[in-house]
Every structure is written in C-alpha cells, then in structure tokens.
C-alpha cells in the first residue's frame, strides 16, 4: 500500500563544459554521452525509487553554465 508521494527538486549548478549533464544521464541511467553537446537553458530528468511504502520522484535539473545563463542561479539557492 502507497502510503505517501515525496517530489525532490535537485538543481545542478556549474561552469560549463566539467560534466553535469554527464553526471545527471549517468545517475538516471542513460548512456554516457560520446561527444560534448553544451545544455542551453535547463534539462530536466527524473528516477523515482520505491522505498517501503513511499514513492520518491527526484527532479533533477540540469542547469546550463554559460555564462547567459548566470540569472537562472539565484532562483535554486
């Protein structure tokens, strides 16, 4: 019996090019990506776990790091 739902916003923040979307496909089970494809705005994954009789979804955000999108920052601290 489901007795709760628990959703988790993770946002990923960084400079651009060290790996976070790497590190985010791989977590959720994705192939490791064979060439650099720079994340423009955001990209959102998702891996829910069952845990006893609780369902967490985690709600990652991949966050661009050019420097464009810097204002984005502020908005997940």
């Not at 790091?65 to 204002?71: A, D, I, M």
């Amino acid at each position: 019996m489901l007795v709760s739902e628990i959703n988790i916003k993770l946002t990923v923040l960084g400079q651009w090019g060290v790996g976070k979307t790497s590190i985010v496909n791989t977590f959720v089970g994705k192939d490791f990506p064979s060439m650099y494809i720079p994340t423009i705005g955001s990209n959102i994954a998702r891996k829910e776990y069952q845990l006893t009789d609780n369902r967490i979804r985690l709600n990652i955000w991949d966050i661009g790091g050019q420097r464009s999108f810097n204002p984005l920052n502020p908005v997940f601290q």
